[in-house]
């Protein structure tokens, strides 16, 4: 096999800043937490840590609202911190990729400010701006998703034009049509291609290009927030200048794009022929019901339309934005199988921080609630130690997840068939199997109904996975081979026996 890019075989784990881990003990987590724990991440195998963003922000959108892409908020450390972190992580062998918003700023940043200072700022065009409708009203019908959704638009009173902000009134959206915002934002990404980072992943990047025509959305669809419809051309063209520019740097750079589309469908054209996206977020498979049948219409569909165009697929059950998927699935058993699909079906997997613990969403007291979007759940801090605060100050900005003790760092590294354990074990797997790591993917026919099982093989190495979304146990005599890796540890090293217990998933090797 030709040698892949990195950003094909790696294995990504995503940082929530504020919640990996606290340094200088204020109780939020910062940049020196993340580098002051790259032993956890070294320890785990990952390959790429992607930092959620550290720009400076009034974080009304917990920095997802970027007054100044160029320096790093002071809640979260320095740039010199950021340098540190860099330097510490490549010295580990792992890439470091930021979070790049590029489809709005805060309303605080200066260039909001200049822009809505006058009709006549030399900034006005930067941003979305629209007369009110002939009634009077908003300029079309788009929503926003939160708070509790409503417009799009934000009115001025002091220039009499609404802006437009898929998102909150605080993050106006930027106008991608004025080749001025093309080239500050590319400057952006010079900055810190610059300072040495491996790459980026873009904030709902589909959102980037818009038909300025800004017609109304369909009726039948007029109640779904617009971030998550917006799908124009303007976007790919965008996407291809961003490429080049990555592409001039050497090492490889990167960028994985949150296309924030609920049809599978929709995300290939975003990889551009290999002119667009390396790498795009492909979000259905997270809201799949766990059922086997589920599943593998979602590989099949994945095969036929990315393998299609050579766009490579990339893999993730939990993030910042939802529950997480130990908490949808109910159940651990059913975890670990998730954690083992997951690591072994064709193409990039991104870990969420947390979930080589299995934590569970906090339960956060509404008087303790701080995102708008209702997420704080799944942002609650890691757990690193069994002691009272878990390595954090009490109280920490979220409480901890449920079992916090059980569940933290300290307690699972000692417990050889903990979850982390397991997400270690496999993902030594797959740097020691080229198969897993880049192979093909077969699915195999001639399993019964309840059991998703896959093929995995390169000229010299094959990989057979089963899993059992059932609740009982299924036989599979069709199935053969040494047991390598099993969710729940039973037959390792033995031959397969031909059933499946519970919600268990193995490797098998011929
Ligand atoms: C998607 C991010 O993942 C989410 O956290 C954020 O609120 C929105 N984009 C707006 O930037």
Known sequence: ????????????????????????????????????????????????????????????????????YCDIDPVFGTLADVDALIADAHGRGIRVLLDWVPAHTSSDHPWFVESRSSR????????????????????????????????????DEATGQYWLHSFLPDQPDLNWENPDVVRAMH???????????????????????????????????????????NHDPRTI???RGIRSLLDAYPGERMMVGEVFLMDTSKIPPYYADGEGLHLAFNFPPMFLPWKSESWRGCLEQVQAEFDAIDAWPTWVLSNHDWPRHRTRLGNEPRARAAAMLLLTVRGTPFLYMGEELGLEDAVVPPERAVDPGGRDGCRAPMPWTTSRGHGWPDPAWLPFPPKAGARSVE???????????????????????????????????????????????TPDDERLVAI???EHEVATASLTGLVEMSTDGRGEGAPF?????????????P
């Open 120 to 155: 006549l700022s030399p900034k006005r065009d930067w941003y979305v701006w629209r007369d009110p409708d002939s009634d009077g009203t908003v300029p079309n019908n788009w929503q926003r998703p939160w708070p509790r959704g409503g417009a799009a638009w934000t009115f």
């Open 1 to 68: 096999m030709s040698a892949l890019p990195w950003w094909k075989t790696a294995v990504v784990y995503q940082i929530y800043p504020r919640s990996f881990a606290d340094a200088n003990g204020d109780g939020v987590g910062e940049i020196e937490g993340v580098r002051q724990h790259l032993d956890h991440l070294s320890w785990l195998g990952v390959d790429a840590i992607w930092l959620s963003p550290i720009f400076r922000s009034p974080m009304r959108d917990f920095g997802y609202d970027v007054a100044d």
């Open 497 to 509: 026996v031909g059933r499946l217990g519970a919600d268990q998933a193995v490797v098998l090797r």
């Open 468 to 470: 059992n979304f059932e």
């Open 187 to 229: 400057e952006t990404l010079r900055f810190w291609l610059d300072r040495g980072v491996d790459g980026f992943r873009a904030d709902v990047v589909h959102n980037i290009g818009k038909d300025p025509a800004l017609k109304d959305a369909p009726a039948a669809a007029a109640h779904v927030p617009h971030c998550a419809l």
């Open 411 to 457: 307690a699972e590294r000692e417990d050889p068939g903990s979850m982390l354990h397991l997400y270690r074990r496999l993902l030594q797997l797959r740097r020691e199997s080229s198969a897993l790591r880049g192979g093909a993917l077969a699915l195999l026919d001639d399993v019964p109904p309840g059991v998703l099982a896959y093929r995995r093989t």
């Open 237 to 239: 063209d965008h996407l």
